[in-house]
């Protein structure tokens, strides 16, 4: 994890890679009015809840929303659907809640 103050910033991925590959991070948008905005639902128990008030609050403030669900939480999201939902979507909300 990066310190407070630090400029780097650590990711560590529980994927288990031998060689993770490396990521730009992208810079975050201004605002979201005018974008569309994915939220993708692993799948766990009332992850739907919070991202049904996440949804009300981006289209309060002018996004467009699409909603994604993993098949399973115990999984990564099928190449098929992370490939749709970077085709339709400008940024992307994962839920996770227990």
Same mark, same amino acid.
């Given at each position: ?19 993770? =590959? @490396?990521?730009? /991070?992208? !810079?975050? #948008?201004?605002?979201? %009015?005018?974008?569309?905005?994915? &939220? ?22 002018? =996004? @467009?929303?699409? /909603?994604? !669900?993993? #098949?399973?939480?115990? %999984?990564?999201?099928?190449?098929? &659907? ?17």
């Amino acid at each position: 994890m990066a310190s407070a103050g630090s400029s780097s910033l650590v990711i560590l991925d529980p994927t288990s890679e031998r060689s993770p =590959a @490396t990521r730009q /991070r992208i !810079a975050r #948008p201004e605002s979201v %009015k005018g974008l569309t905005v994915g &939220l993708l639902d692993i799948s766990k128990a009332r992850g739907n809840v919070y991202l049904d008030r996440i949804e009300e609050l981006l289209v309060e403030r002018g =996004a @467009t929303v699409k /909603r994604y !669900a993993k #098949p399973t939480f115990t %999984k990564p999201a099928p190449a098929d &659907l992370r490939y749709e939902i970077s085709q339709q979507c400008n940024v992307v909300i994962e839920s996770l809640a227990d």
